[in-house]
Structures are given as structure tokens and as C-alpha cells.
């Protein structure tokens, strides 16, 4: 309570983020007009206005109100921020023949270009131009012009809605895009699309551009080896897309990849360079004071911009420039109220920030070193310079991970075991390597004998330093712990024992109760959960365009059908994480589980019992057909399988149909009616994932 009482900016976005959240929640992608949470922000921000001075005294009243306000301002925001919310999207819009629309990120993905644009215009006929609004992703083959970023095109083409994954626990993209405000894709043909004017992005992200690319080019000039150059131009320009997979995963195995992405690691580098610089001319005066500010403040949103402006380097320019500011003012200067107020002021502008996987880390990284850090510093503040440095290092990685490792948990199932030795020598590296590629790119103009003779030697000996000490970290044994699963309810247990946790250890309070009480709630939650997960029967028939998956979870063991054509890959995309949800420890294929009846038992090849329900998979039309009439509680066609379905349908009587998304729309089309004419209930996979229980 007195953290919030010291910091204004705590207690306003707390609510703040609950409006968010709840308006989230009960609206997600529907509809819904703003205007009433409009007219309730502006009468509360009225009311507290005219009862300010009158309710001075009564503090809980004035308090109450004021955390209604914002509550009401997060829903507001989020709603009017909503991409379907302006009547002039682009999908409320009828009889369109073309758009007009400025392209902002440019990217290559499987031989085509993946282009974002903001639509301005929409065209209907030859002389009605109407305003247009809304983001929109656009592929374009590589045979094809190429599209250059700022562009301003017309276009047109067949758009299409970007469809959720139905699959549970699955990556889904379109939601991942919606949180964009892109909601709809469409292909581009040649002959459709012509480009009306280039370079027409604002001034500032035009500069920024052409500076990032003068950047790369000097970078490229002195760094000759590709994997050095990638990794340099992720940590100084904010550009992933030369990583390679195998360099990724050895960052995030190793518990490094922060350093990858441009963040207040950075950030901090950055202005602890400006500072030193600024500090040759010490001066007491308020104007000389504030040129240094301006000059601060000047420098590190040039590198915000020029990095591609993500959470993690706005979170932390914005928190610096509170800081210093707040300084230069002679006012008290508060980190938790920086962090606060930085936080306030994204979310203000795009309240879609808070479902960023990378907002989330970065805020909770720097709330958990703001919370623990001081804690813990005190017990070793008498050390000598290197060992406080070292013990520095080592507490800053072990803090951020109080917070972090959780969240990682949930999103990623899996923890980097050695990232204390990761941080003690990432951290270092990436503070050389930032000051040499500074240097380097300031002394190719001015004195490029220097760059050859000390800085590009400096910076490529610790690219590969950097590059092999990770690479090396990754392959001791239990490098990385694989296939963790916690749902939100143990994401806040265990978050809840962790803090506790740290703080008996470092603060004389009797915590014992608290996580005693975090401990015995996680491990009561967890033995119900696994005792269900070892008794489960259950049934799951994927959403898989053109190919058939199909799970059956016997306890820890899940029985797979597949189609030949799925690789591996696309499987665990599909079906991976809910896998691990479900805690499956063994994965065997039909050819295994019919030869093994342990894991359940088979009549024949078609045939599957699942507790007391008899299931019957179709994906092959021979030796199908029986006089039996044996009772099916529910018959699964797969394999884009071609059937006599009213002949098999009078060999068994059958309760429920499902039509898997192997099958093109006609032949489902087809089997629908074939059922209809019969009254059996049946369902398609489109858009959804089937889930039986036995």
C-alpha cells in the first residue's frame, strides 16, 4: 500500500488496465458502440472536477470515484481503439472495386512479399471515391514488382477475414494480427495493383528508415561474417529477420535472447554513454542542465525510432526520459512511478500493447529487478568493485526471473536452467558490442584507420566470443527444461510463492505462512490436475486444412492418426502445446497401438473404444461394410476418404458424424446433405476442433 501511496501513476493504472481487460473480456472481436463509455468517462472526469475541492476531505469517496474514472477510461479506450469500431473500415464497406492504401512493413515469407498497409481510400465504379479506414496484410509473389516500403498503391482483390485457430492451446495468428488491428489478407495479382506514389511514409520513420540502412551498410562494410552481422544488426537496429532458427533457439535456450531484442538493456547502455559524454561539461545552471536533457531526450528517441519503436525500447525511453527529466526539475524521481506513468501513456495509445507477449515481459522484467534488487544489494554493498559487479550480474539475472520465469512458462513450456551463466557473459558482450558498433559507425566517417586497426577487430572478437559462449551453454547437459505446463491459476501461485518466497529470505518478516499456504495450494492443484490427467479418455479431431489429425489421450499416452502428408512440424504446431497441457509423455501412431493393447483395444483397424464410447475412424473405403448393425456413438471420416456414406450408414447405426477438413467444402457439402436426408446430427472440423470424452 505505500508503494501505491508513493506513486500517482501506480494507482491510476491499475484500473486503467482492469477496464482494458474487462472490456476485453466481454466484447473481444464484437462490435460495440463507444459512445456511451464516452459520455460516462467525460461526466466522471466533470464530476470529479466540480467535487474536487468539496470531497478534499472525504479521501476514500474522492479515491473511489477516481479508480472508476479510469476503469471506465481503459474500456473506453479499448474500445474505441477497436479495429471494426470506425463506421469507414474498410469492412463495413459494400460494391468496392479497388482500395488505396500506404504500405508500412515490408517482410518475405515463403517466396512472397507480406506487406501491411493502412487503407485511406476505397473506390466503387470509376468516379465515386469514398474515405476508407483499417490495416490489411497483402501477399505478393516475389515473380511479381516488387513493393518497396512507403509505397502508396492501389489494389484490388478478394478480400478475405483472417480465421482463428480453433486448435486448443495452438499459436494463433490471426489473433496475434487483430492485436495489429489487421483483420482481413487478400492475394495480389499483377495486373490488379499499380503503385500511385513512393517514399510517402511521415518524415520521421522516413529518416529513421534511411538511417537504419546507412547503418546496416556500414556495419555490413567492416562485419564480414553473415551470423556476426545478424546479430549485431537485431541488437543496435532492432532487425530479427537474419537470425536463423538454430541462432534463435540457441538464445532462448540459453535464457539470452533479451539480448537479441533492443530493450532497456540497451537503452540503458545507450544512455549511460550519453550521460559520460555529457558529463565533460558539468555546469550547475538550469539552461546548460536542460540543453543536456533535450540533447538526452533527442538521442535516445532518435534510437527508439531508428529500431523500429517496439514495447521494450518505448517502455524503456519513455522510463529514462521520466527519470532524467524529474531530475533536471528537482523533483523526486521515482523509478516504480517512471515505469508506472511509461506504461500509462503505450496502453493510452494502444491498449492492444497489454496482449504483447513482449510488453508483458518487459514490464514484469523491470518490475521484478525495481521490487527485489534494492533488497538484496544491501547484503553485499560493502564488496570491491569486480566482485560487486559480478554479484551485480548474478542478482540482476536471478531478480528478473521472479516475475519473468513464470510467464515464460505458460507461454513457452519450457525454462533456460542456465541463465545465470548466460547473463554473466551476455551482458557484458552486449555492452562492448553496442560500444563498438557506435564507435564503428562514427569513425567511418571521420577516422575509418581506427575502425581497422582497433574497433572492427574489438567488435567482431566479441560477436564470435558471444555467438560460441552461447551456442556452447546450450549443449551441457539439462541445458533447457522441456514440456513444463502450468495454467493461469498456478501462473499466480506460483508467482505468489516465488515473492514470498525471496522476500523471508531477504527481509526480517515472518513469511513462513504465506508460502506455506503458496505451497501446499500449488501442490493440492496440481495432484487433482494430475489425478484427472491419468484417468483421462478423451478424443480430439483437429481443424487441419487438407490433412487429417486426430488424438486419442489414454492417460499419459496419446494414440496419433495422421495423414501421410503431415510432417512433423505442422503436427506439433497444430497439436504440441495442448499435448503438453494434457500431460501426454508417450506419442504412438495406429500401426503401434494396434499391436499393443495396453493403451485401449481395437475390434479392427477402424474400430476404437474410448471408455463407453465407441468410436469409428473412416479414412481408407475397403472392408467397411457389415450386416452387424453395431451401435457407433460417433463415425469420423478422414483422409479426404471417399465413401458410399448412405450404404455405410445402413451397415451401423451411427449417432453422430464427423467431417474432417481434409475434404474439399464440395464433398462436405455433399456428405451434409446425405445425412440430412437421413435426420443423423453431424459436424464439420472448419473452424473448429471436436473434443469427445469417454
Given amino acids: 500500500m505505500e508503494l501505491i501511496r508513493k506513486n500517482p501513476f501506480l494507482r491510476i493504472l491499475f484500473?486503467?488496465?482492469?477496464?482494458?481487460?474487462?472490456?476485453?473480456?466481454?466484447?473481444?472481436?464484437?462490435?460495440?458502440?463507444?459512445?456511451?463509455?464516452?459520455?460516462?468517462?467525460?461526466?466522471?472526469?466533470?464530476?470529479?472536477?466540480?467535487l474536487h475541492i468539496r470531497l478534499k476531505s472525504y479521501k476514500v469517496v474522492f479515491g473511489f470515484l477516481v479508480t472508476l474514472h479510469f476503469l471506465f477510461l481503459g474500456a473506453t479506450i479499448y474500445l474505441v481503439n477497436h479495429p471494426f469500431t470506425p463506421d469507414t473500415h474498410f469492412s463495413h464497406q459494400s460494391d468496392v472495386s479497388s482500395y488505396v492504401g500506404l504500405v508500412y512493413e515490408v517482410s518475405e515469407q515463403n517466396s512472397?512479399?507480406?506487406?501491411?498497409?493502412?487503407?485511406?481510400?476505397?473506390?466503387?465504379?470509376?468516379?465515386?471515391?469514398?474515405?476508407?479506414?483499417?490495416?490489411?496484410?497483402?501477399?505478393?509473389?516475389?515473380?511479381?514488382?516488387?513493393?518497396?516500403?512507403?509505397?502508396?498503391?492501389?489494389?484490388?482483390a478478394n478480400l478475405k477475414k483472417i480465421n482463428r485457430n480453433p486448435n486448443p492451446h495452438a499459436f494463433d495468428y490471426a489473433r496475434y494480427l487483430f492485436y495489429q488491428k489487421i483483420t482481413h489478407s487478400a492475394y495480389l495479382k499483377d495486373e490488379k495493383w499499380c503503385v500511385i506514389e513512393s517514399n510517402q511514409m511521415p518524415i520521421l520513420l522516413h529518416w529513421a528508415s534511411r538511417c537504419r540502412s546507412y547503418c546496416y551498410s556500414v556495419l555490413a562494410k567492416w562485419i564480414s561474417n553473415d551470423e556476426r552481422l545478424a546479430i549485431v544488426n537485431a541488437m543496435l537496429l532492432g532487425q530479427r529477420n537474419a537470425l536463423t532458427v538454430e541462432m534463435k533457439n540457441a538464445f532462448v535456450n540459453t535464457g539470452a535472447i533479451h539480448v537479441l531484442a533492443v530493450s532497456g538493456l540497451h537503452v540503458g547502455i545507450l544512455s549511460m554513454i550519453i550521460l559520460w559524454m555529457l558529463n565533460i561539461f558539468p555546469s550547475s545552471s538550469f539552461k546548460v542542465r536542460l540543453i543536456k536533457l533535450l540533447i538526452y531526450l533527442c538521442v535516445i528517441w532518435m534510437f527508439a525510432l531508428v529500431t523500429g519503436s517496439g514495447p521494450a525500447v518505448l517502455r524503456a525511453s519513455l522510463m529514462f526520459s521520466f527519470y532524467f527529466s524529474a531530475q533536471i526539475f528537482s523533483r523526486g524521481s521515482s523509478s516504480f512511478n517512471s515505469l508506472a506513468a511509461s506504461a500509462f501513456l503505450i496502453l493510452l495509445n494502444d491498449p492492444y500493447q497489454l496482449f504483447s507477449i513482449g510488453f508483458q515481459f518487459s514490464f514484469l522484467a523491470i518490475s521484478s529487478i525495481l521490487l527485489f534488487m534494492p533488497i538484496i544489494q544491501v547484503y553485499y554493498k560493502r564488496k570491491n568493485v569486480v566482485v560487486r559487479y559480478i554479484l551485480n550480474l548474478i542478482v540482476l539475472s536471478c531478480v528478473a526471473q521472479i516475475l519473468v520465469a513464470p510467464l515464460s512458462v505458460l507461454y513457452f513450456n519450457q525454462f533456460a536452467v542456465y541463465f545465470i551463466l548466460s547473463g554473466l557473459i551476455a551482458v557484458p558482450s552486449a555492452f562492448i558490442i553496442l560500444c563498438t558498433s557506435i564507435a564503428l559507425i562514427v569513425f567511418d566517417v571521420v577516422l575509418p584507420f581506427i575502425n581497422?586497426?582497433?574497433?572492427?577487430?574489438?567488435?567482431?572478437?566479441?560477436?564470435?566470443?558471444?555467438?560460441?559462449?552461447?551456442?556452447?551453454?546450450?549443449?551441457?547437459?539439462?541445458?533447457?527444461?522441456?514440456?513444463?505446463?502450468?495454467?493461469?491459476?498456478?501462473?499466480?501461485?506460483?508467482?505468489?510463492?516465488?515473492?514470498?518466497t525471496t522476500t523471508y529470505f531477504f527481509v526480517a518478516r515472518k513469511?513462513?505462512?504465506?508460502?506455506?499456504?503458496?505451497?501446499?495450494?500449488?501442490?493440492?492443484?496440481?495432484?487433482?490436475?494430475?489425478?484427472?490427467?491419468?484417468?483421462?479418455?478423451?478424443?480430439?479431431?483437429?481443424?487441419?486444412?487438407?490433412?487429417?489429425?486426430?488424438?486419442?489421450?489414454?492417460?499419459?499416452?496419446?494414440?496419433?492418426?495422421?495423414?501421410?502428408?503431415?510432417?512433423?512440424?505442422?503436427?506439433?504446431?497444430?497439436?504440441?502445446?495442448?499435448?503438453?497441457?494434457?500431460?501426454?509423455?508417450?506419442?504412438?501412431?495406429?500401426?503401434?497401438?494396434?499391436?499393443?493393447?495396453?493403451?485401449?483395444?481395437?475390434?479392427?483397424?477402424?474400430?476404437?473404444?474410448?471408455?463407453?464410447?465407441?468410436?469409428?475412424?473412416?479414412?481408407?473405403?475397403e472392408d467397411l461394410y457389415s450386416d452387424f448393425g453395431l451401435d457407433i456413438h460417433y463415425l469420423i471420416l478422414a483422409n479426404d476418404v471417399t465413401v458410399d456414406l448412405e450404404m455405410l450408414l445402413q451397415s451401423y447405426l451411427v449417432h453422430f458424424v464427423i467431417i474432417d477438413s481434409s475434404h474439399s467444402e464440395s464433398k462436405q457439402l455433399e456428405y451434409g446433405k446425405v445425412l440430412e436426408s437421413l435426420e443423423i446430427e453431424y459436424t464439420f472440423t472448419k473452424n473448429q476442433v471436436i473434443k469427445i470424452h469417454g
Fill in 452 to 500: 581497422t586497426m582497433v574497433v572492427a577487430p574489438i567488435l567482431n572478437c566479441s560477436l564470435d566470443f558471444l555467438l560460441s559462449s552461447v551456442q556452447y551453454i546450450q549443449k551441457l547437459p539439462g541445458a533447457v527444461l522441456e514440456n513444463l505446463c502450468i495454467d493461469s491459476v498456478q501462473l499466480v501461485l506460483l508467482t505468489g510463492l516465488l515473492i514470498s
Fill in 15 to 50: 484500473p486503467f488496465i482492469l477496464g482494458i481487460l474487462i472490456a476485453h473480456t466481454l466484447f473481444k472481436e464484437d462490435v460495440v458502440a463507444s459512445g456511451p463509455f464516452v459520455f460516462l468517462v467525460i461526466v466522471f472526469t466533470l464530476l470529479l472536477l466540480v
Fill in 112 to 156: 512472397r512479399q507480406v506487406i501491411h498497409t493502412n487503407i485511406e481510400l476505397a473506390l466503387s465504379g470509376e468516379d465515386s471515391v469514398f474515405v476508407s479506414s483499417g490495416y490489411m496484410m497483402l501477399y505478393n509473389p516475389l515473380e511479381n514488382t516488387a513493393i518497396e516500403l512507403g509505397d502508396r498503391i492501389q489494389f484490388s
Fill in 511 to 621: 513469511h513462513w505462512f504465506y508460502i506455506g499456504a503458496f505451497f501446499v495450494a500449488i501442490n493440492t492443484y496440481s495432484a487433482i490436475e494430475g489425478m484427472q490427467l491419468d484417468q483421462q479418455k478423451v478424443c480430439f479431431v483437429y481443424n487441419v486444412p487438407r490433412a487429417t489429425l486426430v488424438d486419442f489421450f489414454l492417460g499419459d499416452t496419446c494414440v496419433e492418426f495422421s495423414s501421410k502428408a503431415l510432417d512433423e512440424k505442422r503436427i506439433e504446431y497444430t497439436a504440441g502445446k495442448n499435448r503438453i497441457k494434457h500431460g501426454i509423455q508417450k506419442i504412438v501412431n495406429k500401426e503401434e497401438h494396434l499391436t499393443n493393447s495396453q493403451f485401449g483395444f481395437f475390434t479392427n483397424s477402424v474400430f476404437f473404444q474410448l471408455g463407453r464410447k465407441r468410436i469409428m475412424l473412416v479414412d481408407d473405403s
